[in-house]
């Protein structure tokens, strides 16, 4: 079973930097996609960025192009997300999931395990 922890959220002002970091344990070779997602209150749940475990490569949806930035490190099994230049309409809960899948997938109905999330609150 794989189990992932979001930890690194909280209150910011706009224009700071945050990282966000996603502890994976569990995982075996046929769950290579790792993403992030967020929640805004209201709003549906919205894909941000994929990486893919064993080669490294990523996929951003098109408003966090530039902005932000997924990172994986293999030695201490984390998945980090780095926001920058923050906005107050970036607020939401931050969710990184897991899926059973070679591919990077955007739905998060593809996706096979989820963390519970962490708050970002971005004041302006």
């Known amino acids: 079973q794989v189990e992932l922890v979001e930890s690194g959220g909280g209150l910011v002002q706009a224009g700071d930097s945050l990282r966000l970091s996603c502890a994976v344990s569990g995982r075996d070779s046929t769950t290579n996609a790792v993403g992030w997602f967020r929640q805004a209150q209201g709003k549906e749940r919205e894909f941000l960025a994929a990486i893919g475990w064993s080669l490294g490569n990523t996929y951003y949806a098109d408003p966090v192009k530039g902005r932000f930035t997924i990172s994986r490190d293999i030695a201490n099994n984390t998945v980090d997300l780095q926001l920058t230049s923050l906005k107050p309409e970036d607020t939401a809960v931050y969710y990184c999931?897991?899926?059973?899948?070679?591919?990077?997938?955007?739905?998060?109905?593809?996706?096979?395990?989820w963390g519970q999330g962490t708050q970002v609150t971005v004041s302006s």
């Open positions: 999931a897991a899926a059973r899948t070679f591919y990077l997938p955007k739905l998060e109905t593809t996706y096979d395990f």
